[in-house]
């Protein structure tokens, strides 16, 4: 029985082998054994990625491709390009907007000095009861002797009220209701007024406490005005900074090719001479390879002048909308005819009056020390000396009877007392407002000394940049002459390509550091301006 049964189960145990097999082999399968945790996790990421729904950022418009333009030379002056920055650069835009909100808050704070009107008016309808054999209008519950009649009741009042500096609060109100029962044909009206005045006594008393919110609104405007006057500046510092940076990537280039022509005539000069055997063959590999790196340096400098170029086109952003492609013409030259400086002490002192962030340092430290008055306002007990001064008229006429009326006056005051037990939460404010104050001070005092660094070492900048100009000028002048008198060595056969290549690297050495040294004398001259803050003067763009 166990042979039959071992018989009929073995093709059913060879298939669950197979299957066993099969899955084995998938799991164990090349492909899937090649595969790294990198790239398993790089394809999870792009399933991710690709869910993504693309259309919560898309713009509302679509965004159109530029047309193709023809690119139009620009020419730029130094002044023309800092005030077309100024007016198109975009970041510069957005920090034009702070005074202007700025300004707005201080409109918000002036308003809670304004005289508030306040109206009402009502009317409602309803019944009431007439007391039989009397002249009296009730709305008590009902009874066998009264008489059940409609009410109407109209009423209307206005108020109005100031707030002061001084602390007090001034409050004006009248009032009228008007009571018609037309089936008795009785009417009767009443009118109130009151006059309160509300004085402040110890906390929250005097133009100190009352304007310090405001005057603290309108220093927040002054600091942004500083604050836009800094960020003006160093606009202009790196408009001008890119103005002379592509005119010295300009000049260098032009430096390269030069050189470079030196070169190659230099190498064809080798080449002649070679020929006619004046020199031997090898001479020309010295010769081939100046040539070379010339043209490899000038490559380099072609580089440099389109960053400058999109640099500058950036920072000034022509027309509100940069043309990458626009050709660039600079009109002005770095050199200076004067770089004589006033004495340091005289440019300290111009710092420490017109610098836009000591300045905004200056009003920091007086807005903390409103609030150091504000909070220690806070601490004293509340103390309110109230007047209050009113008076009412009543009128009715019911039928069969003349109209009666009568007239009251009313005054009143007194004293409210609100004192915290405790008053951390005060205590606590006007401890911090007593550290913000010093605090502002030793930064004050720390950035008054910064300045003090920065100027006088803008001012040897200066100096040291006015005599490299003139060592650069003269060591070029000098290494002109010295690659001429090679070159006629060489034509005599004194001399050979390699020191006559050592020569025009020198000379070309000597150039492009001139041109260095006269726009780093001139940036040198830009941040003593700036550090000084009156580099928008010196520019003609605020006195």
């Not at 009571?179 to 109130?192: G, T, W, Y």
């Not at 109230?386 to 009313?410: K, P, V």
Request: hydrophobic share 40%.
């Amino acid at each position: 029985m166990k042979t039959v049964l071992c018989h009929r189960g073995t093709p059913l145990f060879f298939c669950l082998l197979a299957v066993l097999c099969c899955s084995c082999v998938k799991q164990f399968s090349p492909n899937q054994a090649m595969s790294s945790p990198k790239i398993a996790g790089e394809t999870k990421v792009k399933e991710l990625m690709e869910s993504r729904d693309q259309s919560l950022v898309q713009t509302a418009v679509p965004v159109k491709p530029l047309p193709t333009k023809v690119a139009i030379p620009l020419k730029l002056t130094l002044q023309e390009a800092v005030l077309i920055g100024l007016e198109q650069n975009q970041n510069f835009h957005v920090e034009r907007l702070k005074p202007t909100i700025n300004r707005s808050a201080e409109e918000v704070e002036r308003a809670a000095f304004d005289p508030l009107l306040t109206a009402k008016a009502s009317h409602s309808h309803g019944t009431g009861y007439l007391s039989n054999g009397t002249d009296s209008l009730a709305s008590t519950t009902t009874s066998s002797l009264r008489q059940a009649v409609d009410r109407e009741t109209t009423s209307t009042g206005v108020g109005l009220s100031q707030a002061t500096s001084l602390g007090a609060t001034i409050t004006l109100n009248a009032d009228q209701e008007k009571e018609l029962v037309p089936d008795a044909n009785s009417s009767s009206r009443q009118q109130n007024w009151d006059l309160t005045i509300t004085q402040a006594l110890l906390r929250g008393r005097g133009p100190d406490v009352t304007l310090a919110r405001l005057r603290q609104s309108r220093l927040d405007t002054e600091m942004s005005l500083y604050e836009l006057q800094g960020t003006a500046e160093t606009l202009v510092a790196n408009i001008e900074q890119a103005y002379w940076d592509l005119v010295l990537a300009d000049r260098n280039l032009a430096t390269y090719q030069q050189s470079l022509t030196i070169a190659n005539q230099q190498l064809e000069e080798v080449m002649e001479r070679i020929k006619v055997g004046a020199i031997a063959e090898n001479e020309a590999a010295s010769a081939e390879a100046e040539a070379a790196e010339r043209y490899q340096q000038l490559v380099s400098a072609r580089g440099t002048l389109a960053k400058a170029k999109l640099n500058l086109l950036h920072l000034v952003n022509p027309g509100g909308q940069a043309d990458w492609q626009a050709e660039i013409t600079l009109s002005d030259t770095p050199e200076l005819s004067d770089m004589s400086v006033d004495a340091v002490d005289h440019h300290v002192a111009l710092a420490m009056s017109k610098r836009a962030d000591l300045n905004q340092a200056r009003l920091l430290v007086r807005r903390n020390d409103l609030e150091v008055t504000q909070t220690k306002n806070g601490l004293l007990p509340k103390l309110d000396l109230f007047l209050s001064l009113g008076g009412s008229r009543y009128s009715y006429s019911f039928a069969g009877h003349d109209d009666m009326t009568t007239n009251d006056s009313a005054y009143a005051g007194g004293l409210s007392l609100e004192f915290p037990l405790k008053n951390r939460e005060s205590k606590a404010k006007h401890a911090a407002a007593s550290w913000s104050l010093e605090q502002a001070n030793a930064a004050l005092s720390n950035m008054e000394q910064l300045v003090q660094v920065e100027v006088r070492s803008a001012h040897v900048d200066v100096e040291q940049a006015s005599a490299q100009v003139k060592a650069a000028t003269a060591t070029a002048t000098l290494r002109e002459k010295a690659l001429a008198l090679e070159q006629e060595k060489f034509r005599l056969g004194r001399s050979t390509t390699i020191q006559v290549a050592q020569a025009q690297r020198d000379l070309l050495e000597s150039q492009i550091l001139q041109s260095k040294a006269v726009v780093g004398a001139r940036k040198a001259m830009l941040d003593l301006h700036r550090l000084e803050g009156s580099l928008l003067t010196h520019l003609g763009i605020m006195p």
